[in-house]
Nanobody, 121 residues
Framework: QVQLVESGGGLVLPGGSLRLSCAASGSIRSINNMGWYRQAPGKPRDLVAR???????MYADSVKGRFAISRDNAKNTVYLQMNSLRPEDTAVYYC???????????????WGKGTLVTVSP
């Protein structure tokens, strides 16, 4: 019923920038929080950034000041601008959204398939 599709990952040099996008589609009534998570090899999936439907944001300490999350509610899309990238930022980045669909009375979380970000010389 709902699909989240990430884009924008790739290979970037240390100190470089990438902009990730995630578009939600399907039978969507409304979207509450949206966020980005990442998972490095052998590590758990960690929260990177989160944004509410009103625009309030929060960030992991490791990315604060370097990353910025934003959203376009008209497009059901969330973005993650990543600057000053470091090798330790290398991970699969996953989009998350808390969504109410027309066939359900409440919200539930949906996940994208992930997009790989590699920061390397």
């Amino acid at each position: 019923q709902v699909q989240l599709v990430e884009s924008g990952g790739g290979l970037v040099l240390p100190g470089g920038s990438l902009r990730l996008s995630c578009a939600a589609s399907g039978s969507i009534r409304s979207i509450n929080n949206m966020g980005w998570y990442r998972q490095a090899p052998g590590k758990p999936r960690d929260l990177v950034a989160r944004i509410t439907n009103s625009g309030s944001t929060m960030y992991a300490d490791s990315v604060k000041g370097r990353f910025a999350i934003s959203r376009d509610n008209a497009k059901n899309t969330v973005y993650l601008q990543m600057n000053s990238l470091r090798p330790e930022d290398t991970a699969v980045y996953y989009c998350n959204a808390n969504i109410a669909v027309w066939v359900r009375s409440g919200n539930m979380d949906y996940w994208g398939k992930g997009t790989l970000v590699t920061v390397s010389p």
